[in-house]
């Protein structure tokens, strides 16, 4: 089975903080992928990242930034000198290959204060 | 291109009438899920397709659920009779079948209220 935890449920911090998100997963399959999305206060999803399970690097993107280990599980999303334009409810999710059912965590908030 | 559409953004209906939700995926996609994101249950996977015929159903809650996608085009989510306890806010998302690059791409959601 697979399975997504978001441990933070809410996290506040003012503007110009960096602010970690954690992501740990668990899955038997050596194929995966794993996704971050962001939910605004308008509600849609908004695609963010895709990594699979056989590139470890790490990736940036302007303010963004992504952590993926292994050894531990986790796939860690960081915004550095977040802004108030980032708050939202941040979702990780994950996918194992050869299935089509992506399998989300239950979200951060994310509240940046001016 | 125009996301994936679904209708209506909002529904308020009474407990016991019938509920449909409509979706048209993202043109070239040939598969197609529906979620629901509550509260307590954040976000679940009720049923997906793929070439227009239904996958894996085993999240759809109970027999009131049905969903159909009779062409590539579209896709209907029903509920019949609805209950409070279906109020929720119901997503379309859309891709194209699973590959090295795919992601899904959503939908803005119905805010769907029983009363």
């Known amino acids: 089975a697979q399975k997504v935890t978001q441990a933070q449920t809410e996290i506040s911090v003012v503007e110009k903080e960096d602010v970690t998100l954690d992501c740990v997963y668990e899955?038997?399959?050596?194929?995966?992928?794993l996704f971050w999305y962001k939910q605004p206060p308008s509600g849609e999803l908004v695609f963010l990242i895709r990594r699979n399970s056989f590139d470890e690097q790490n990736e940036i993107s302007g303010r963004y930034s992504w952590n993926f280990q292994k050894s531990t599980s986790s796939f860690n999303f960081t915004i550095t000198a977040s802004q108030v334009v980032d708050s939202a409810v941040y979702f990780c999710?994950?996918?194992?290959?050869?299935?089509?059912?992506?399998?989300f965590g239950k979200g951060t908030k994310l509240t940046v204060n001016p | 291109d125009a996301g994936v559409i679904q209708s209506p953004r909002h529904e308020v209906t009474e407990m016991g009438q019938e509920v449909t939700l409509r979706c048209k995926p993202i043109?070239?996609?040939?598969?197609l899920f529906w979620y629901r994101q509550t509260m307590m249950r954040g976000l679940e996977l009720l049923i997906y397709f793929n070439n227009n015929v239904p996958i894996d159903d085993s999240g759809m809650p109970e027999d009131r659920f049905s969903a159909k996608m009779p062409n590539a085009s579209f896709s209907t989510l029903k509920i019949q009779p609805s209950e409070p306890r279906d109020s929720a806010v119901y997503f379309c998302a859309s891709s194209r079948s699973w590959g090295v690059d795919e992601k899904l791409f959503f939908g803005s959601g119905t805010q769907l209220s029983v009363l």
């Open positions: 999710a994950l996918i194992q290959g050869g299935s089509e059912k992506l399998v």
């Open positions: 899955t038997r399959d050596t194929t995966y992928y």
């Open positions: 043109s070239g996609h040939n598969s």
